[in-house]
């Protein structure tokens, strides 16, 4: 089994900053892209940064110059630093992976429980 765990999530006044985490566990063979999406009660999920497994990072217009996504592939952990947190960051924070299992072929997709980022106004 493969799962993803995130942690690092909090309550933090705006202008404040905060660094999740996420590491995969379980019977790994490889891991592929990885990457941050959020979601706000009533809204749709979205993309908030991703990885590449050679380092290439794509981050959306929002949290330009704010966030910084990056990865430690030794300990197949991926980490968002958070800076200059706005009240519309607000959100739960859920972790994605695309990993292959050991012993299958292919490539399949994660995801972890979430963690509940609140900014203070």
């Known amino acids: 089994q493969v799962q993803l765990v995130e942690s690092g999530g909090g309550l933090v006044q705006a202008g404040g900053s905060l660094r999740l985490s996420c590491a995969a566990s379980?019977?790994?063979?490889?891991?592929?892209?990885m990457g941050w999406y959020r979601q706000a009660p009533g809204k749709q999920r979205e993309l908030v940064a991703a990885?590449?497994?050679?380092?290439?990072?794509n981050y959306a217009d929002s949290v330009k110059d704010r966030f910084t996504i990056s990865r430690d592939n030794a300990k197949n952990t991926v980490y968002l630093q958070m800076n200059s947190l706005k009240p519309e960051d607000t959100a739960v924070y859920y972790c994605?992976?695309?990993?292959?299992?050991?012993?299958?072929?292919?490539?399949?997709?994660?995801w972890g429980q979430g963690t509940q980022v609140t900014v203070s106004s």
């Open positions: 379980g019977s790994i063979f490889s891991i592929n892209a």
């Open positions: 990885i590449t497994s050679g380092g290439s990072t």
């Open positions: 994605n992976a695309d990993i292959r299992p050991l012993y299958v072929g292919r490539r399949e997709n994660y």
